[in-house]
């Protein structure tokens, strides 16, 4: 059996903004990846295509950028 190898498409984000706990800018760095591959489909079950999982990347990696995260001291410290 031939070994299929799948590409993954990768799109990377990074975000500083304030703690809410404390205020000081917290800087975050993540990949957000997808697999191009025949069982990755849409809602119309067509098998997604490059641009398509780019587009979708970009719109979680935004959110994700939007979104301010406490320090993890912090957190711990808002939590209790
Ligand atoms: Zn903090």
């Known amino acids: ?9 990768k799109h990377q984000a990074s975000k500083s903004l304030p703690c809410p ?3 000081k800018k917290l800087r975050r760095q ?4 997808q697999t191009l591959n025949p069982f990755n489909k849409n809602k119309d ?5 490059e ?9 979680v990696a935004s959110k994700w950028e939007a979104e ?3 320090h993890p ?3 711990k410290a ?3």
């Open 78 to 80: 808002v939590a209790s």
């Open 51 to 59: 641009l398509e999982i780019v587009r979708e990347l970009v719109v």
């Open 68 to 70: 301010p995260e406490p």
């Open 73 to 75: 001291a912090c957190q």
């Open 1 to 9: 059996m031939p070994t299929y190898r799948f590409r993954e498409i």
């Open 45 to 49: 079950g067509q098998v997604k295509t």
């Open 21 to 23: 706990a404390c205020g």
């Open 30 to 33: 993540r990949t957000f990846s």
